[in-house]
């Protein structure tokens, strides 16, 4: 099954610092684009997601969703699914997915071993490299299953507070 065309962003979400890497146009390769770094409070990396989302004509974006091993989630998929849904909130109406990502970073820092890039050259790079695994893993799960991979985020509108009688 061929995957639906269209360029997808893939995004590894750090403390420090948020790695982004791009699909070719038919949704088939990823690639890495930058590294940028994580601004909890101007939100520059969002700002800068959805320029490059605009720039692309971005069909959809991909978060890496740090689940435990267990499968259950902690601290850092709380952070991801809350960066995740302030990237939906800025790029609306482009759809963000959560897709789980274990040991993704982990798989990065190997392949750049492998590769030859020192352990210090790697911190510039382990985070794109990240996210390119993240959007090459959906891309492939969506080419086998026909489907996307992983959950949208809801954009849903706020529930009105019940009135108490």
Same mark, same amino acid.
């Given at each position: 099954?061929?995957?639906?065309? /269209? ?7 750090? =403390?420090?610092?948020?790695?982004? *890497?791009?699909? =070719?146009?038919?949704?088939?390769? *990823?690639?890495?684009? @930058?590294?940028?770094? $994580?601004?909890?409070?101007? %939100? ?12 692309? =004509?971005? +069909?959809?974006?991909?978060?890496? +969703?740090?689940? %435990?091993?267990?499968?259950?989630? /902690?601290?850092?998929?709380? /952070?991801? $699914?809350?960066? *995740?849904? @302030?990237?939906?909130?800025? &790029?609306?109406?482009?759809? &963000?997915? %959560?897709?789980?990502?274990? +040991?993704?970073?982990? /798989?990065?820092? @190997? ?10 050259? !790697?911190?510039?790079?382990?985070? !794109?490299?990240?996210?390119? +695994?993240?959007? @090459? ?17 809801? %954009? ?10």
């Amino acid at each position: 099954m061929s995957p639906r065309p /269209g360029v997808r962003l893939g995004i590894d979400v750090g =403390d420090a610092r948020v790695g982004v *890497a791009a699909s =070719d146009p038919s949704g088939t390769f *990823a690639n890495p684009v @930058q590294t940028l770094a $994580r601004d909890v409070r101007e %939100l520059a990396d969002i700002e800068a997601i959805a320029i490059l989302t605009a720039e692309r =004509d971005v +069909l959809e974006i991909v978060v890496g +969703l740090p689940r %435990l091993l267990s499968g259950g989630e /902690g601290e850092a998929a709380r /952070g991801a $699914r809350a960066y *995740a849904a @302030q990237l939906a909130a800025r &790029v609306a109406p482009v759809p &963000v997915r %959560l897709v789980d990502e274990r +040991l993704t970073t982990v /798989g990065a820092h @190997q392949r750049l071993r492998d590769s030859g890039v020192p352990g210090r050259g !790697q911190r510039s790079v382990v985070d !794109q490299a990240a996210a390119v +695994l993240i959007l @090459q893993s959906a891309l492939d799960a969506e080419a086998s299953a026909g489907t996307p991979a992983g959950e949208v985020i809801s %954009l849903g509108k706020p529930r009105k507070k019940e009135r108490r009688r």
